[in-house]
């Protein structure tokens, strides 16, 4: 079992930057693939972004690459999305979620096992 709690949303003008954190409880996150997806109001939820258990591999949606990247810290057992150039469109809730498939960057949020309760980004215009 992989319990993920997100932190570092917050509101943010736009052009600003966030970091969010996903800290995973568990001996076996560091086998998970991990992905970030985000939910806005009256919308489905998206892929943002996936990365492979060792950090080898790393996928993002169109809407968001070379803005943000994500990566990945073992010993803190941690998963991180740093947002740069953020736009009032990247406003939602973002969700970060577990895949057992270590080798896995789906973009389907069908394919993960474990989510966080999600943490708020509101960009400002």
């Known amino acids: 079992q992989v319990q993920l709690v997100e932190s570092g949303g917050g509101l943010v003008q736009a052009g600003g930057s966030l970091r969010l954190s996903c800290a995973a409880s568990?001996?076996?996150?560091?086998?998970?693939?991990m992905g970030w997806f985000r939910q806005a109001p009256g919308k489905e939820r998206e892929f943002v972004a996936a990365?492979?258990?060792?950090?080898?591999?790393?996928k993002y949606s169109d809407s968001v690459k070379d803005r943000f990247t994500i990566s990945r810290d073992h010993d803190k057992i941690t998963v991180y999305l740093l947002m740069n150039s953020l736009k009032p469109e990247d406003t939602a809730v973002y969700y970060c979620?577990?895949?057992?498939?270590?080798?896995?960057?789906?973009?389907?949020?069908?394919?993960?096992?474990?989510w966080g309760q999600g943490t708020q980004v509101t960009v400002s215009s």
């Open positions: 990365i492979n258990w060792d950090g080898g591999l790393t």
């Open positions: 568990g001996r076996t996150f560091s086998v998970y693939a």
């Open positions: 979620a577990a895949d057992r498939e270590s080798w896995s960057t789906s973009r389907s949020s069908d394919e993960y096992d474990y």
